[in-house]
């Protein structure tokens, strides 16, 4: 019986062995006391986290206090990104939509563009967060609300779509549009990003 092996690319073999070589270099330097935090995370996107922050104690990264606050809210960053993409499962990929939405895929990515739906980055293709679709449809005022952040990052709207708003009676934005209250969503988003809420 043969056994199937997989072809890597070169640029992904180079990059797999550069991987290997920093990882044991940062596990060897941070020593057997310090990867516990590694044995305890549950996605590989907590695992590079816990990498990059062992990396930067263990490599003993010279850096002035201003680099390191910088990498530490780079990390810090990163872990909000993942917890929001947690927080927006499930999701749904863009041949669900299309056919959900009966739309071809152009006119999906039209409606992401013109921020009638929002996306979140996979890959090289995206995903779509099921919250916003209800009874078939885009929810009512979802649009508006998306219009009304004026922003194009899809994390920033996604924060302000599932973060508790002690405004809302501590509901999220999303809850309230799910429940048919678009108004106070729409004006709280017009003033969200002025505010630097």
């Keep these: 019986m043969a056994i199937a092996t997989t072809t890597i690319d070169a640029p992904i073999q180079e990059a797999l062995d550069r991987g290997t070589r920093t990882l044991k270099t940062v596990l060897t330097k941070a020593g057997s006391k310090s990867v516990g935090s590694l044995q305890t995370t549950t996605n590989e996107i907590g695992y590079l986290m816990a990498v990059a922050r062992l990396a930067i104690e263990a490599l003993g990264i010279t850096a002035d206090v201003g680099e390191k606050q910088l990498h530490a809210a ?21 041949g669900d939509v299309c056919e959900f939405l009966s739309l071809s895929r152009e006119t999906i990515r039209k409606k992401v563009d013109r921020r009638q739906l929002l996306a979140l980055p996979k890959g090289g293709d995206r995903v779509f ?7 078939g449809d885009v929810l009512p005022g979802f649009a508006e609300v998306l219009n009304a952040l004026a922003t194009d990052s899809p994390f920033v709207a996604l924060s302000f779509l599932l973060s508790k708003n002690p405004d809302f009676g501590g509901r999220s934005a999303c809850e309230l549009l799910q429940a048919g209250e678009v108004d106070p969503v729409i004006a709280e988003a017009r003033g969200c990003l002025n505010h630097g809420s």
């Design 74 to 94: 780079r990390l810090r960053g990163l872990e909000r990104m993942t917890e929001l993409r947690k927080a927006a499962e499930p999701v749904l990929e863009t």
């Design 129 to 135: 967060p099921a919250f916003q679709f209800q009874d």
